[in-house]
T-cell receptor, first 114, second 117 residues
Framework: DGGITQSPKYLFRKEGQNVTLSCEQN?????MYWYRQDPGQGLRLIYY???????QKGDIAEGYSVSREKKESFPLTVTSAQKNPTAFYLC?????????????FGPGTRLTVT | AQSVAQPEDQVNVAEGNPLTVKCTYS??????LFWYVQYPNRGLQFLLK??????LVKGSYGFEAEFNKSQTSFHLKKPSALVSDSALYFC???????????????FGGGTRVLVKP
């Protein structure tokens, strides 16, 4: 899982509550990403960031928000507007956004909303 | 738009036998292709990538993949599978940088590999 940490590993929340997932990297990578993984499906991109204080929506950004105040950190907030938030969330980073470098993934956070 | 397909949901193979996981892709320009492996409740681990050059790419843990431009395929292979290779494998593609904005990978749906002793 490289130098990317995600916490907590498991997270339980009640419906209607916002929740923030942590992602920290010590790889000195410029680009960071958030993906959502559902059973039997591939990864879907939620948000990505090229540099501090800049981020872009991915394919399924509705109901999510992010911030990038520090190069090492890219927290994801799952808001109450996300209709089906229960999923496995993966954070990743890469050297650069605009090159062909591979992405390195964290261990993931499994979010369960009831 | 770029896309990738993994036609098999699951591949079963006996330990010691060759393992192949299939992947086909579609891009408008030159493809950058990646294979990742995921063990239960873990993040994805990078195995190998094709950017340019030799069509046969060697990666981690004895895996290799062959890029075939005419068939738009990038199948993952291992000559002799181990029980510990049992995991979920993802193929991913990215269009060439002049055509697409950012390092946005498109992932296939994944193929579960089960290696039996």
């Amino acid at each position: 899982d490289g130098g990317i940490t995600q916490s907590p590993k498991y997270l339980f929340r009640k419906e209607g509550q916002n929740v923030t997932l942590s992602c920290e990297q010590n790889l000195n990578h410029d680009a960071m990403y958030w993906y959502r993984q559902d059973p039997g499906q591939g990864l879907r991109l939620i948000y990505y960031s090229q540099i501090v204080n800049d981020f872009q929506k991915g394919d399924i950004a509705e109901g999510y928000s992010v911030s990038r105040e520090k190069k090492e950190s890219f927290p994801l907030t799952v808001t109450s507007a996300q209709k089906n938030p229960t999923a496995f969330y993966l954070c990743a980073s890469s050297i650069s956004l605009f090159e062909y470098y591979e992405q390195y993934f964290g261990p993931g956070t499994r979010l369960t909303v009831t | 738009a770029q896309s990738v397909a993994q036609p098999e949901d699951q591949v079963n193979v006996a330990e010691g036998n060759p393992l192949t996981v299939k992947c086909t892709y579609s891009v408008s320009g030159n493809p950058y292709l990646f294979w990742y492996v995921q063990y239960p409740n873990r993040g994805l681990q990078f195995l190998l990538k094709y950017i340019t050059g030799d069509n046969l790419v060697k990666g981690s843990y004895g895996f290799e993949a062959e890029f075939n431009k005419s068939q738009t395929s990038f199948h993952l292979k291992k000559p002799s599978a181990l029980v510990s290779d049992s995991a979920l494998y993802f193929c991913a593609v990215r269009d060439s940088p002049l055509k697409a904005a950012g390092n946005k990978l498109t992932f296939g749906g994944g193929t579960r590999v089960l290696v039996k002793p």
